[in-house]
């Protein structure tokens, strides 16, 4: 028996096609000026659909991010006593490993046009704090000084995310985030693990 009744949108394509009129009316009008409710409409879905993917209109912009930050956060988490340097940066170096341009790319690239500086200065400073005590976390669990500690969660998740803007300013076809990682991870030098 076939049935005739409309199937909803598979959740990428909801999850997707919310980000994407996001975007659109980010650029078009700003982000102040743009509501959940103009995001709801452009897509053509309800607002409860709006809230089964997102807290905010600025998680459209984050959620990708931070799904892959609480991933390394948790692999940080069970690295324990055996944290060393070159576990935590490969763990942060999965946080922007085949990182395709999303919403957050764009919003990097296009700040002034959305009217998003604010709000991604604030925004991603919770994600440094985040990812940052995660880091010290991780170095204090395998005998480093707290002070040591605290310093080397704040350069290697300021690494993450200057590399993520890095790469979305130049354009995100251009090179990719891990290498401008790597690059930025390279920089820490002077701080080394023990």
Not at 40 to 62: C, I, P
Request: net charge negative; hydrophobic share 45%.
């Amino acid at each position: 028996m076939t049935s005739t009744g409309r199937a909803g949108r598979p959740k990428a394509s909801s999850r997707e096609t919310l980000a994407e009129a996001a975007c659109e009316l980010f650029l078009e009008r700003g982000y102040d000026a743009t509501s959940v409710a103009d995001i709801t409409q452009r897509a053509g879905v309800s607002r409860s659909s709006f809230f089964n993917y997102f807290a905010s209109k600025s998680d459209v912009l984050w959620s990708g991010v931070d799904e892959r930050i609480g991933a390394a956060t948790g692999s940080l988490e069970q690295l324990g006593r055996a944290a060393t340097g070159e576990s935590v940066r490969d763990i942060l170096l999965l946080v922007v490993r085949d990182f395709a341009p999303d919403p957050l790319a764009l919003a990097l690239r296009n700040a002034a046009a959305m009217g998003l500086e604010e709000e991604l200065v604030r925004d991603t400073g919770l994600r440094l704090a985040r990812l940052s005590a995660a880091v010290s976390l991780a170095a204090a669990a395998s005998g480093v000084d707290v002070i040591r500690a605290d310093i080397l969660g704040a350069a290697h998740a300021a690494a993450v995310l200057s590399s993520l803007r890095v790469w979305a300013e130049q354009g995100a076809g251009r090179g990719s985030p891990e290498t401008v990682l790597l690059e930025a991870l390279g920089t820490i030098h002077d701080l080394p693990w023990s």
